[in-house]
C-alpha cells in the first residue's frame, strides 16, 4: 500500500451548492488522503460525503479554529492542505501547495494581494475596506514578525504536520490563519506565498457573519494578545 504523505482536509459548513459544483474539479489524485471536517452540516453537506465515500468527522464546537485543530489529530500525512468548498479557493492550486511542502516548505500560502497575478474576490466588500483591513494586518504582521507575506491571512494554505503541532494553534474561530502565519513567522518557519485567484463563492452564504468594524476591532484584539504571547507558546508544544 502507498504510504500516506499528503493528506487534502475539506472544510464545510452547511455547503452543499457549493460542494456539488467543486467535487468534480477537485484533484483528489494529488492527496493519498482525503477527509472532511464540518460542524453538523444540516442541509445535505454530510449525506453528500457519505454519498462520494468522503470521510467526515464532526466537530464538537463550532468555529474555523476549531476544525483547523480537530484535522490535525486525524491527519495521517506530513503534509495538510485546508480547502474550504465554499467556491471562494481555486482547486486547481491545490498541488501547487503540495509540491511546495514536499519542497521542504513548513508553511505555504495562497495569497490573494499584491502578486502579479494574484486576484481577491471583492464582490461583497465594494468599498474595499475588508481588502484594505486584509492588507493592513498583513503588513503589520510582516513589519513586527518578518512574515515575508502579502496575505497572512486566506485560509488557502497548507502546513508540514510538524510544524502546525509546534505552532500549537488555538484561536477558534477565523483567527487562526492568521495566527498560524504570525506563529510560523516567530518560529522562524519556512514560509512560502504562491498567487492565487480568489473565485466567487458559489451559493450558500458567509459563516462569518460580522461586519468589517467587528471583524477589524476583533483582528486589532487578537493582534496584541499574540504580541503579549511572544513565544511563551511554544513551552506547552507537544
Ligand atoms: N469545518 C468548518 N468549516 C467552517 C466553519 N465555519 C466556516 N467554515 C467554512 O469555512 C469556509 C469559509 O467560511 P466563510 O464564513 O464563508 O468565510 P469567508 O470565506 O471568509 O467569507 C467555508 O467553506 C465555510 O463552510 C466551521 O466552524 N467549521
Ligand atoms: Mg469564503
Known amino acids: 500500500m502507498k504510504p500516506i504523505k499528503n493528506t487534502l482536509v475539506l472544510l464545510s459548513y452547511n455547503e452543499i451548492e457549493a460542494l456539488k459544483l467543486l467535487h468534480p474539479k477537485i484533484p483528489f489524485s494529488a492527496a493519498d488522503e482525503v477527509f472532511a471536517i464540518d460542524p453538523k452540516s444540516t442541509d445535505g453537506t454530510l449525506e ?27 491527519a495521517k500525512g506530513e503534509n495538510i492542505v485546508f480547502f474550504s ?12 501547495l503540495f509540491h511546495n ?14 502578486h502579479k497575478k494574484s486576484k481577491s474576490d471583492d464582490s461583497d466588500d465594494p468599498t474595499r475596506i475588508r481588502k484594505a483591513c486584509n492588507i493592513l494586518c498583513s503588513g503589520l504582521a510582516n513589519v513586527i514578525w518578518r512574515t515575508g507575506v502579502y496575505d497572512a ?50 451559493g450558500g452564504f458567509r459563516k462569518q457573519t460580522a461586519g468589517t468594524l467587528v471583524l477589524a476591532k476583533a483582528f486589532a484584539l487578537f493582534f496584541v494578545k499574540e504580541f503579549l504571547v511572544g513565544k511563551s507558546f511554544k513551552e506547552t508544544s507537544k
Open 48 to 74: 453528500f460525503y457519505k454519498k462520494k465515500k468522503i470521510k467526515c468527522y464532526l466537530q464538537k464546537e463550532l468555529g474555523r479554529g476549531k476544525a483547523f485543530v480537530e484535522a490535525l489529530k486525524h
Open 85 to 96: 468548498t465554499d467556491g471562494n479557493e481555486d482547486p486547481k492550486d491545490i498541488p501547487a
Open 101 to 114: 511542502l514536499e519542497k521542504g516548505y513548513d508553511l505555504v500560502i495562497a495569497g490573494r494581494f499584491i
Open 153 to 202: 491571512i486566506n485560509g488557502f494554505r497548507g502546513f508540514k504536520k510538524d510544524a502546525m503541532i509546534k505552532m500549537n494553534l488555538d484561536a477558534p474561530k477565523h483567527e487562526i490563519e492568521y495566527q498560524s502565519t504570525i506563529r510560523a513567522a516567530k518560529l522562524k518557519m519556512k514560509i512560502k506565498e504562491i498567487p492565487t485567484h480568489e473565485l466567487k463563492r458559489l
